[in-house]
Nanobody
Framework: QVQLVESGGGLVQPGGSLRLSCAAS????????MMWYRQASETEREWVAS????????NYADSVKGRFSISRDNVHNTVDLQMDSLKLEDTAVYYC?????????????WGQGTHVTVSS
């Protein structure tokens, strides 16, 4: 079955950096775009970044553009999120996401999330 397992979260001071990683299994990873989302306390889950299946094409939410970088390794089936110049408002649970087509539409898969706390 599809599994997404995030790691790399933690506590960091404003201006610091963290690198999140998501290990994927149970599907042909190289065939699908991958996304990172985040959800802060008492807010809706929001999209952060996407990366295409091939070609390295990326897209970012305006709030993280220029500070975050998404990358993937289609050999080891991982997708990473490098987060630099972190701000207090980046505090959230970060989720890896994959959308897999099915015969009837698509299925959304999420990891368990990894906590990122930006605090002085």
């Amino acid at each position: 079955q599809v599994q997404l397992v995030e790691s790399g979260g933690g506590l960091v001071q404003p201006g610091g950096s963290l690198r999140l990683s998501c290990a994927a299994s149970g599907f042909t990873f190289r065939n699908y775009p991958m996304m990172w989302y985040r959800q802060a306390s008492e807010t809706e889950r929001e999209w952060v970044a996407s990366i295409a299946s091939v070609g390295g094409y990326t897209n970012y939410a305006d709030s993280v553009k220029g500070r975050f970088s998404i990358s993937r390794d289609n050999v080891h089936n991982t997708v990473d999120l490098q987060m630099d110049s972190l701000k207090l408002e980046d505090t959230a649970v970060y989720y890896c996401h994959a959308r897999i087509p099915t015969d009837f539409g698509h299925e959304d898969y999420w990891g368990q999330g990894t906590h990122v706390t930006v605090s002085s």
